[in-house]
């Protein structure tokens, strides 16, 4: 398993802009694909964003040209960059540690992070 740390939400208005980062540890960071996931109060857990050890990415259709995922394997760190943020994007951000494949939906997700809450404000 890898230690992961998520910080950078926060509260800000609709239209604005967040960029939220993951810090890994404890397993080789830059072998490991990422991904980003969301939970608003009352839903199911949502996947939002992965980038794979290779650097592939891909996006859930909810936020797909709005928000940019990105890694830095030279500090062990995943960005989630957000732009143009809506109320319904209001959640607390979840980052995981897994296996993201591009050509399929089976992901496996063997670590968390604790959330970050993210609040945009009409």
């Known amino acids: 398993q890898v230690q992961l740390v998520e910080s950078g939400g926060g509260l800000v208005q609709a239209g604005d802009s967040l960029r939220l980062s993951c810090a890994a540890s404890?397993?080789?960071?830059?072998?490991?694909?990422m991904g980003w996931y969301r939970q608003a109060p009352g839903k199911q857990r949502e996947w939002v964003a992965a980038?794979?050890?290779?650097?592939?990415?891909k996006y859930g259709d909810s936020v797909k040209g709005r928000f940019t995922i990105s890694r830095d394997n030279a500090k062990n760190t995943v960005y989630l960059q957000m732009n143009s943020l809506a109320p319904e994007d209001t959640a607390v951000y979840y980052c995981?540690?897994?296996?993201?494949?591009?050509?399929?939906?089976?992901?496996?997700?063997?670590?968390w992070g604790q959330g970050t809450q993210v609040t945009v404000s009409s």
């Open positions: 995981a540690a897994g296996t993201f494949p591009i050509k399929s939906r089976s992901y496996y997700v063997d670590s």
């Open positions: 980038i794979t050890s290779g650097g592939s990415t």
């Open positions: 404890g397993r080789t960071f830059s072998r490991t694909d």
